[in-house]
Every structure is written in structure tokens, then in C-alpha cells.
């Protein structure tokens, strides 16, 4: 399975961006997408899941309630990060990941097998 994310940029606070990852081989409805993301000088931060055809729910770290939306088309192999509202402190590069996490620990990076190349996105006035 091969990842490409797109969608990065430069935005004021307050401002929008909507991330795409599209995938390409496997069987993209089976596999829980996830995003997470990586500040300067921190370690990689689970942002969100979309959970596969079994399971199509969705989880959120608590800093992106309310603000950003995970979502997916299996029809197009595309999963996306609708960001809104966005904060400096959101500044950093996003990950799309795609894999069988365990449910009790789906925000932890290493449950994921596949891994998208990051797009920078930037929050600053």
C-alpha cells in the first residue's frame, strides 16, 4: 500500500485547510486511516482515525474536537483531515497511516503498517 498526502500550506489563525491521502494497492475500506502529526522538536501525535468497513467510526485527540473532521471515500481510496479553526500550536507536519490497529491503542504510531510522506502544514499570521 502506498500513501500520498497532500493538502499542506500556509494559513492564518482561524483559517481552513482540508488534507487528502490518497492510497494506492490492498483494500483501502478494510484499513483504519489515521492521521497524526509532528511539531518541531516533538515526538509524532495521533490527530484522528477513521475506522475500516467494519467498524466506520471515527476518534479524535481531545486539542482537535470540534475542529477538524476525519472522513474517507472508498470509492476514490481517499481518506481526508478537514481542519478548521486552525492554531499556531496545530502547526506541524501531518501523516496519513493506514493499517489494523489495536483498538485499545490506535493512537500509538507504531500500530500502523503503512505511512504516507507528510505535507507541512503552517498556522501563523
Known amino acids: 500500500v502506498q500513501l500520498q498526502a497532500s493538502g499542506g500550506g500556509l494559513v492564518q489563525p482561524g483559517g481552513s485547510l482540508k488534507l487528502s491521502c490518497a492510497a494506492s494497492?490492498?483494500?483501502?475500506?478494510?484499513?483504519?486511516m489515521a492521521w497524526f502529526r509532528q511539531a518541531p522538536g516533538k515526538e509524532r501525535e495521533f490527530v484522528a482515525i477513521s475506522w475500516g468497513r467494519n467498524r466506520g467510526s471515527t476518534n479524535y485527540v481531545d486539542s482537535v474536537k470540534g475542529r477538524f473532521t476525519v472522513s474517507r471515500d472508498n470509492d476514490k481510496n481517499t481518506a481526508y483531515l478537514q481542519m478548521n479553526s486552525l492554531k499556531p500550536e496545530d502547526t506541524a507536519v501531518y501523516y496519513c497511516?493506514?493499517?489494523?490497529?489495536?483498538?485499545?491503542?490506535?493512537?500509538?504510531?507504531?500500530?500502523?503498517?503503512?505511512w504516507g510522506q507528510g505535507t507541512l502544514v503552517t498556522v501563523s499570521s
Open positions: 497511516a493506514a493499517g489494523y490497529p489495536i483498538m485499545s491503542s490506535y493512537n500509538a504510531w507504531n500500530g500502523y503498517r503503512y
Open positions: 494497492g490492498g483494500t483501502f475500506s478494510s484499513y483504519a
